[in-house]
Nanobody, 115 residues
Framework: QVQLVESGGGLVQAGGSLRLSCAAS????????MGWYRQAPGKQRELVAT???????IYADSVKGRFTISRDNAKNTVYLQMNSLKPEDTAVYFC?????????WGQGTQVTVSS
């Protein structure tokens, strides 16, 4: 049973920073992608950033230059450093792990950016 445990959300003023963490536990992991998606009220869930086991990274255009994703394979943990936050970054952020057969989701953590 795979579990993804997120931490690091909260309330911050525009221009501020937050760091999200997501630790995966459970079955041994082979090649996979870990990352973050977000869902704002009334909107569809969207990709924020993902990183593969070997370090291949994908960012949404809206966060390029502001957010940095990284991972520690020894700890099965992925991080999202979010700088220069904007009110439009407000959403529930979900951790995601996709291996060759399944996709797993965390419970979500709220990020609120005030103007």
């Amino acid at each position: 049973q795979v579990q993804l445990v997120e931490s690091g959300g909260g309330l911050v003023q525009a221009g501020g920073s937050l760091r999200l963490s997501c630790a995966a536990s459970g079955s041994p992991f082979g090649f996979n992608r870990m990352g973050w998606y977000r869902q704002a009220p009334g909107k569809q869930r969207e990709l924020v950033a993902t990183i593969s086991t070997y370090g291949t990274i994908i960012y949404a255009d809206s966060v390029k230059g502001r957010f940095t994703i990284s991972r520690d394979n020894a700890k099965n943990t992925v991080y999202l450093q979010m700088n220069s936050l904007k009110p439009e970054d407000t959403a529930v952020y979900f951790c995601n792990l996709a291996d060759q057969s399944k996709t797993y989701w965390g419970q979500g953590t709220q990020v609120t950016v005030s103007s």
